[in-house]
């Protein structure tokens, strides 16, 4: 079945670093990736539509200059947290859509945060 | 905008026995697809079970099954013979094909399966 790879899994900085979460469709071209938060016991909070080839659309109340997306090619997406706080801390994941498996989004493994 | 509602915030069952969870939606569109993903406590997300709107037919993957009601907007997901592997959080989530490109997710039901 079709993969997303994301890492780090789990990474642990300081306040005011950068950190940059890839993501990577592995068997399949991914023409869209998405990013995603999520707090415990809640569902998925959207962030941003990463496109192939253009500008990621963000959801409204997402900071587009603290948290960079980049996707470059049809297999990766990277998420950029700049300049990260202690209120950055959360699990992050990331999905890319198979257009030719039936629409569904497959999901990376997340990548768990922690600004200390 | 579609919505999608999980009203059951959690569910317990136990081992062996069979258990559904609920889930209704709204929308306009008549071309759409409807996903149940499962969140372990390893918090990865994995793909259940999906249906299309068109087909009639109710899908099945082994163990999980859904009874799809496209006039009354809902998409429940039965699990039979309940394992402790499937301890987890259940989301159900929307794609509409005409109006956008996101997946539409509900709250999510966190199903117990006890020995």
């Known amino acids: 079945g079709a993969v997303v790879s994301q890492h780090p899994s789990w990474v642990i900085c300081k306040s005011g670093t950068s950190v940059k979460i890839e993501c990577r469709s592995l068997?399949?071209?991914?023409?869209?990736m998405f990013w995603y938060r999520q707090f415990p016991k809640q569902s998925l909070m959207l962030m941003a539509t990463?496109?192939?080839?253009?500008?990621?659309t963000y959801e409204q109340g997402v900071e587009k200059d603290k948290f960079l997306i980049n996707h470059a090619s049809l297999t990766l997406s990277t998420l950029t947290v700049t300049s990260a706080h202690p209120e950055d801390s959360s699990f992050y994941i990331c999905?890319?859509?198979?257009w030719g498996g039936g629409l569904a989004q497959h999901f990376g493994d997340g990548t768990r945060l922690s600004i200390l | 905008a579609q919505t999608v509602t999980q009203s059951q915030p959690e569910m317990s069952v136990q081992e062996a026995e069979t258990v559904t969870l609920s889930c209704t939606y709204d929308t306009s569109e008549n071309n759409y697809y409807l996903f149940w993903y499962k969140q372990p406590p390893s918090r990865q997300m994995i793909l259940v079970i999906r249906q299309e709107a068109y087909k009639q037919q109710n899908a099945t993957e082994n163990r999980f099954s859904v009874n799809f009601q496209k006039a009354a907007k809902s998409f429940s997901l039965k699990i039979s013979d309940s394992q402790l592997g499937d301890t987890a959080m259940y989301f159900c989530a929307f794609f509409g094909v005409t109006s956008g490109s996101r997946l539409t997710f509900g709250e999510g039901t966190q199903l117990t399966v006890n020995p």
């Open positions: 999905s890319a859509r198979d």
């Open positions: 068997d399949f071209q991914a023409t869209t």
């Open positions: 990463s496109n192939e080839g253009s500008k990621a």
